[in-house]
């Protein structure tokens, strides 16, 4: 179990200085703290350049003996933009030329151990495939062929703070026309065996906190879990596009006709 360090008010064990998250306790505060792990990147910094949704940001640096804060006009102003408050996580990703962050709604005070087995699946078969070239990788179903791109995997690094939640590993896919167009979607029979499903019946189905809607679902021959076409109203409600990167978890409920819900989470920047 990893708590919240006392210092800076992080899982900053579980950061490094290429990715780290920043968690907002009070929606007035003017000041946000780096990582421990993180500081070291910030001794000859008197300002950080970053991008947020193609808007750039320069916020003020501040380095005391046991803290490296950041605040100033630009800081608050990116907290306005993407109505940054109490709850919120902020991830900087520093990996390319000009920083990145993208705000999520989640705020974890424990994490569970990550695994290293990582399993990818693509339509007939599904093996293990631990080429990713991440270190310490989380434990999660993928679709053969599966490549992040900038920022998504510290995104999913976020969400799966929590995964101590769900059922059995989540799923990680890229959605395709047939996804989206045709509204077809599948869940990997390696994700579906711990849910001990029946072969048909319904699921909730929701968009990270959101309202939950019910899907009906049917089992298919080879295993995997196919949604019926309320995945594609569902697809439209929350602006699901092709190529998007989303994960999938699911976790018990307690709701009338519902017992499990399926949680998606699309690994892109939240909209201003």
């Known amino acids: ?21 920043i968690v907002i306790r009070d929606d007035y505060e003017a000041l946000a703290n780096i990582p421990c792990t993180a500081r070291n990147r ?3 910094m008197s300002g950080l350049n970053f991008k947020a949704d193609g808007r750039r940001y320069v916020v ?41 962050a993208y705000v999520a709604g989640v705020e974890a005070e ?9 399993v990818a699946v693509d339509e007939e078969e599904e093996v293990v495939n631990d080429d990713h070239g991440l270190e310490d990788a989380l434990a999660f179903v993928n679709t053969r062929g599966f490549v992040f791109e900038d920022g998504e995997y510290a995104m999913m690094e976020l969400i799966l ?30 994700v579906a065996q711990p849910l001990n499903l029946d072969t048909e019946g319904v699921l909730g189905l929701c968009m990270g906190v959101g309202d939950v809607m019910q899907v009906a679902y049917h ?22 596009q092709v190529n998007d990167a ?7 409920i307690n709701e009338e006709h519902i017992n499990l819900v399926c949680v998606v989470n699309a690994l892109r ?4």
């Open 42 to 44: 910030f001794n000859q």
């Open 60 to 100: 003020d640096v501040y380095r005391g003996h046991k803290t490296t804060l950041i605040g100033g006009d630009d800081w608050a102003k990116f907290k306005h933009d993407f109505d940054v408050g109490q709850g919120n996580v902020v991830v900087f990703d520093m990996t390319g030329r000009t920083a990145k």
């Open 161 to 190: 703070t929590i995964q101590h939640l769900y059922i059995g590993p989540p799923f990680v896919h890229r959605l395709t026309p047939t996804i989206i167009a045709g509204k077809l979607m599948k869940i990997p029979k390696k």
């Open 246 to 252: 989303v994960v999938f978890n699911f976790r018990e």
């Open 110 to 118: 424990e994490q569970g151990g990550a695994a290293e087995e990582v």
């Open 219 to 240: 089992t298919d021959r080879d295993g995997r879990i196919v949604f019926n076409q309320a995945w594609g109203v569902f697809v439209a409600q929350n602006h699901l």
């Open 1 to 21: 179990m990893k708590m919240v360090c006392a210092i800076c008010h992080s899982h900053c064990e579980s950061d490094i200085e290429q990715t780290f998250r």
């Open 269 to 272: 920047p939240a909209e201003p």
